[in-house]
């Protein structure tokens, strides 16, 4: 059954549109709902309750936040935001925040509170914010989609959430299954993403892998002198990577994963190490595969570089991954539910 998810986004109005809109974009090319105070952007008590019952059926609660603290409620002198905010944690809505990372020293004129009040709120808010939770930062709108990316899929493999339905799509877990193997069958005959397809086929030459093995020694493992070298298409070396990426990887854990994956028959070394032949850089075929939107990179909580899939991918997995050897329970359980 094919879900999507309405994400309601918070967030002060003037100043950030264009932030606004780019996680709007960014939601609905992971094939979401926005929802959010486009639809009623006047601040008042009785558009507040209303804006509670949309955070009620939303999914997840995504807040954004720079250098305005906001309208001020009369009765509880909080922000609209805050209290919207406020109003997710307390019903355990899924939160996704993404806050600026130095409004107060970046930002200017209508971009910032002006006064020592709105000031001195903010920053209150902010600490809230960042206290013992997952905060992405952000400095310039157009960072916006990668993170908004990024964040949900990371809030999805923690919290699931309900989802939505076509009313036609509701249908029996036998009926379903079904739907799903055909699908399958179809994306491995189906020429999916034709330019991506070309651009790849550009890519000329082998990608030359080695593995040497090793024994066990007194301080360690030593080289034998054993070896294995070959060599694969770039085609298969990328559907390796997809299928490593089918969850967030570290780059060297993704490294060996990709290796491991295109290991021969033939090595029956009980110790090895594997690597890349000469002249292929791995980074370098990442870095490509990024230009190409199709994976994205970003500095994890630990300070290591993590890749992730793109939405795109999925157009060039469907038709590629499909042919290969994955498990098709878990490959139809990712791409068709």
Request: aromatic share 12%.
């Amino acid at each position: 059954m094919e879900k999507r998810y309405q994400v309601f986004i918070s967030s002060t109005f003037q100043d950030l549109q264009n932030a606004r809109q780019e996680v709007s974009q960014a939601l609905l090319r992971a094939d979401c709902f926005p929802a959010g105070m486009e639809l009623f952007p006047a601040a008042d008590q009785e558009q507040f309750e209303f804006i509670k019952t949309v955070i009620d059926q939303s999914d997840y609660y995504l807040l954004i936040s720079a250098g305005r603290y906001g309208s001020i409620h009369p009765e509880t002198g909080l922000s609209y935001t805050e209290m919207e905010y406020d109003y997710a944690m307390e019903i355990g809505k899924p939160v996704i925040r993404l806050l600026h990372k130095d409004p107060f020293n970046q930002l200017r004129g209508e971009f910032l509170e002006t006064g020592d009040a709105g000031r001195a709120a903010l920053e209150k808010f902010r600490q809230k914010l960042t206290t013992g939770s997952v905060v992405r930062f952000w400095e310039d709108p157009k960072e916006l989609m990668a993170e908004t990316v990024f964040a949900l899929q990371d809030i999805q493999r923690r919290k699931s959430a309900v989802g939505w339905v076509r009313a036609d799509g509701i249908s029996s877990e036998k009926a379903r299954a079904e739907i799903a193997e055909l699908k399958l069958q179809l994306a491995e005959v189906q020429v999916v993403n034709p330019d991506f397809a070309k651009t790849l086929s550009q890519q000329k030459g082998l990608v030359p892998l080695r593995w040497r093995e090793e024994v066990a020694a007194d301080d360690g493992y030593e080289f034998t002198g054993a070896q294995l070298t070959t060599s694969v298409s770039k085609d298969s070396f990328l559907y390796e990577i997809c299928v490593a990426l089918l969850e967030e990887e570290e780059e060297g854990a993704l490294y060996r994963r990709v290796l491991e994956g295109l290991k021969p028959k033939e090595v029956s070394f009980k110790y090895y190490q594997r690597d890349l032949g000469e002249y292929f850089e791995f980074r370098s075929f990442l870095e490509w595969l990024e230009g190409e939107s199709m994976i994205s990179s970003y500095t994890n909580e630990y300070g290591a570089t993590s890749w992730v899939l793109l939405p795109d991918a999925r157009v060039w997995i469907r038709g590629n991954v499909a042919r290969k050897s994955l498990d098709r329970a878990a490959l139809k359980e990712y791409l068709f539910t």
